[in-house]
């Protein structure tokens, strides 16, 4: 193939995770253009491209992009690859355009008489398959790839849909070989939530947000008839998998919980499917942050129990080095050098630091007043409290909240 606009439309789907094959029109479609769907549920069969009900046994030379819906709900394109000594075709697929789940499965099952054995299979089968529920941006780019192709009005796309057949005659139970695909991409997926874990392990945000959008991961719960619940679903999974990662980067369970439950609240309180993505970003951006700020990845053992200690006991006034130095076992002044030893503060700053930061979080979140949240923080002398917020942050609390809600 020596377009280099086709070579770039296999770029495109690549990243997409959508499979892509260069086949001849006239012979028969190797079992693997679907994934292996067929040939685990089906009798033996060939087909040819070209015996697809309503295709245009010319539409090469024609010129005709095709957009196909097979019984299954899966989609296809097919792009005419020209000037080639054989009839051939880009195909690309398979994919949704709307998120698979348990309901839905059974209803298509049900519709093509699939027998109830099969059922788990397809389930599968569908849960590992991308979804590309926005079409306009793939039509989009096939009008740009065929205007450049074959010319401005020298080609078409059409779209078919496969109708329902039947007489169909389906396998009443596979081998279990036939689960070899599935797996290997239900492992490719538990491969990339490693990968998101690492990255936030790390603090890594741009590497989390590459693998995280991969449209292998697009389904992780998608159990409900509802696309709402399944977006919430998807997020609230998602939301384990990144306080996964900041676990592992050694962020205390303090932070993990208030984490987690503040973006459970934001995932509920969604009110439409769009916002997943804006959602899903914020929520990768905290965890990231998190781990940057709060992580004892580094430290000594000893110093990590001296930081886990302070954040169980952020509120408390009474939190001070030699109470801290008695709760552990610890020599005071040895407690001290090896505080500043390892994070360059003294143990009095640090705990202010973390105090702000806890400050800074209830401004942003909540309605308290200024003296709630200076108690909230351990340091109940409200006027200690605006002083040393001031030296932090530039301004008071009271001017900092009325920044933030212009």
């Known amino acids: 193939m020596q377009n280099q606009f086709l070579n770039y439309a296999v770029s495109f789907f690549n990243k997409l995770n959508l499979g892509n094959h260069v086949v001849n029109i006239n012979e028969p479609l190797s079992d693997e253009i679907d994934l292996g769907l067929r040939r685990a549920i089906l009798q033996p069969t060939s087909v040819s491209v070209t015996q697809f009900e309503g295709i245009d046994p010319h539409f090469t030379d024609n010129h005709i992009i095709y957009m196909l819906s ?28 709307e998120i698979s789940g348990v309901y839905r499965t059974t209803e298509i099952c049900d519709k093509l008489g699939i027998p109830s054995s099969l059922h788990s299979f397809i389930n599968q089968y569908l849960a590992t398959i991308p979804c590309l529920r926005d079409s306009s941006v793939i039509e989009a780019f096939l009008e740009t790839l065929g205007e450049n192709v074959y010319g401005i009005g020298n080609f078409r796309i059409e779209y078919l849909k496969q109708p329902v057949k039947g007489d169909t005659d389906y396998l009443t139970a596979m081998d279990n070989n036939n689960y070899e695909d599935i797996m290997q991409r239900l ?52 939301n384990t998998i990144c306080r996964k990662g900041a676990e592992r980067g050694n962020v205390h369970p303090i932070h993990l919980d208030e984490m987690s439950r503040r973006m459970a609240i934001k995932i509920e309180n969604m009110t439409s499917p769009n916002q997943d993505k804006d959602i899903h970003r914020e929520i990768l951006k905290k965890y990231c942050t998190m781990v940057q700020h709060n992580s004892t990845t580094g430290y000594s053992a000893t110093m990590q129990k001296v930081l886990n200690h302070i954040m169980q006991n952020l509120t408390n006034t009474e939190l001070t080095l030699q109470s801290t ?22 143990f009095t700053g640090y705990v202010n630091f973390k105090r702000l930061e806890h400050a800074i979080f209830l401004l942003n979140a909540t309605d308290l007043q200024i003296q709630e949240v200076a108690n909230s923080c351990g340091i109940p002398d409200v006027t200690y409290f605006t002083r040393i917020f001031r030296q932090e942050k530039g301004m008071t609390p009271t001017q900092y909240r009325k920044m933030i809600n212009q």
Do not use: W
């Open 70 to 97: 097979d019984m299954y709900e899966c989609h296809y394109i097919l792009i005419p690859v020209p000037n080639q000594e054989l009839e051939t075709s880009l195909y690309i697929g398979p994919y949704l355009t």
């Open 325 to 346: 130095a008695a709760s552990l076992g610890l020599n005071k002044s040895y407690l001290a050098t090896l505080f500043k030893k390892e994070t360059s503060k003294t």
């Open 187 to 238: 492992e490719y997926r538990y491969g990339l939530e490693e990968k998101v874990i690492d990255s936030i392990s790390r603090g890594d945000f741009n590497s989390a947000m590459k693998y995280s959008t991969d449209q292998a991961l697009s389904n992780i719960d998608n159990r409900s008839t509802s696309t709402l619940r399944s977006k919430k679903n998807n997020l609230l999974a998602f």
